[in-house]
């Protein structure tokens, strides 16, 4: 039987977005974010991180950083209650990366390609995923992987993100991860259906 999942971009939706994140010295969770994706696991969906880490590919930091980094991450989601089913990136650019990085790729969102590897790795039903974002790349590969819910966030939680960024991608736009678990765990999700 296929899962539910809860796809999250990192920077600017899990953490504050620094610009190339890869220390766990510099990393900043975003307000809220630890306790919504415990309500999300509790809610049954599987959560899965899909990031673009053009970082790598420009030579900024390594991918065992970035590995670091990560296995940390996963960590405070474990501890927290909300284990991470999967984190998915690309190191890829078309422009701006270096050596082999430098490419268009099927990977690097707005391509789908994170979230479709995701799909069969994970036995996920992308139909009925939901996709957090704070840019229209986001939605866009959300979209182009024929999931339905596509949720656009203020990057940092911030700001509610306004209605021009999203180009009529978002199903719903919020400020925070947790203002829009919170829609969903008061039944936003059985009403659509």
């Not at 790598?56 to 284990?83: C, H, K, N």
């Not at 209605?163 to 400020?175: N, S």
């Not at 919170?182 to 259906?193: L, T, V, Y």
Request: proline content about 4%; some cysteine; charged content about 20%.
């Amino acid at each position: 039987m296929l899962s539910r999942a809860a796809f999250l971009d990192r920077d600017g939706v899990i953490n504050v977005d620094h610009g190339y994140t890869y220390q766990v010295s510099a990393f900043e969770f975003v307000p809220g974010v630890l306790q919504a994706s415990v309500t999300l696991a509790a809610l049954g969906f599987r959560l899965v991180v899909v990031t673009n880490q053009s970082g790598i590919g420009r030579g900024l930091y390594s991918v065992a950083e970035f590995e670091t980094l990560t296995s940390w991450m996963r960590d405070q989601f474990a501890a927290a209650g909300a284990p991470l089913a999967g984190v998915y990136w690309c190191p890829h650019h078309p422009t701006d990366a270096i050596g082999a990085n430098r490419r268009h790729c099927d990977c690097r969102k707005p391509a789908p390609g994170m979230l479709l590897q995701a799909a069969r790795e994970l036995d996920l039903d992308l139909e009925a995923s939901i996709m957090f974002g704070d840019k229209r790349s986001d939605l866009q590969a959300a979209q182009a992987a024929s999931v339905r819910e596509r949720v656009l966030l203020g990057t940092n939680g911030l700001t509610l993100p306004g209605l021009e960024v999203d180009g009529g991608l978002a199903t719903a736009r919020f400020r925070t991860l947790a203002d829009a678990v919170h829609w969903i765990a008061s039944g936003r999700e059985k009403q659509r259906d």
